[in-house]
């Protein structure tokens, strides 16, 4: 059964520093997605994004975060300059359309800013 | 503003029993829900979805019943078995509304099984 991968599914950065998180959608999924889940918390969308473009996003999404679908399999999600709040789970997800349709969810990479 | 809740943040039920998973939506606007499940460690799993055009989904073992009425959507479990033992999340959107791309989702439901 196909599914959304994610890497790295632990990363730990120094406050300030850039990180890159890595999905890989569902190959024939056209829509994809950022929610972040903090610790005890609910998910939260981040970004939504069709046809090489941002489709929507959230008030979390500010100028530190960014996406780029840089080839034909990879989503990648960059946060900037971290901050010790950015610290989460980041969920990946795809769907194959927009509308009334099931996202599919990664199993999330856990970023740690110390 | 939108929101999305849940009225018990624990359930503990007996194997064997049915569960039910309660969430309440205030967008009037949301006309597709999905029930998702998250064990620990994992992204939500897809469990069932419901438009607001239906009242009642069933699949294996869940039923989704949505109240447009009173903007109240359940989750039934049927026979409930220690595999069920996770997080439950509803999650709205807007289905071909202005904010269709994103998913709102509830503060979770624990629902611990016991044997």
């Known amino acids: 059964e196909p599914e959304v991968t994610q890497t790295p599914s632990h990363q730990v950065t120094q406050m300030g520093q850039e990180v890159i998180l890595r999905c890989v959608p569902i190959s024939n999924h056209l829509y994809f997605y950022w929610y972040r889940q903090i610790l005890g918390q609910k998910v939260e969308f981040l970004v939504s994004f069709y046809n090489n473009e941002i489709s929507e996003k959230s008030e979390i999404f500010d100028d530190q975060f960014s996406v780029e679908r840089p080839d034909g399999s990879n989503f990648t999600l960059k946060i900037r300059s971290t901050k010790l709040e950015d610290s989460a789970m980041y969920f990946c997800?795809?769907?194959?359309?927009?509308?009334?349709?099931?996202?599919?969810f990664g199993p999330g990479t856990r970023l740690t800013v110390l | 503003g939108e929101s999305v809740g849940l009225h018990l943040p624990t359930l503990s039920v007996q194997e064997g029993d049915n569960s039910i998973i309660n969430c309440a939506y205030s967008?009037?606007?949301?006309?597709?829900f999905i029930w998702y499940k998250q064990e620990s460690g994992k992204g939500p799993q897809f469990i069932i979805d419901i438009r607001s055009n239906m009242d009642k989904r069933q699949g294996q073992r869940v039923t989704v019943l949505l109240n447009k009425t009173v903007k109240h959507l359940s989750l039934q479990i049927a026979a409930t078995q220690p595999g069920d033992s996770a997080v439950y999340f509803c999650a709205e959107n807007e289905g071909l509304g202005d904010s269709s791309y994103k998913l709102i989702f509830g503060s979770g439901t624990r629902l611990l099984v016991r044997p």
């Open positions: 997800a795809s769907s194959t359309n927009r509308f009334y349709n099931e996202q599919f």
């Open positions: 967008n009037s606007a949301s006309d597709y």
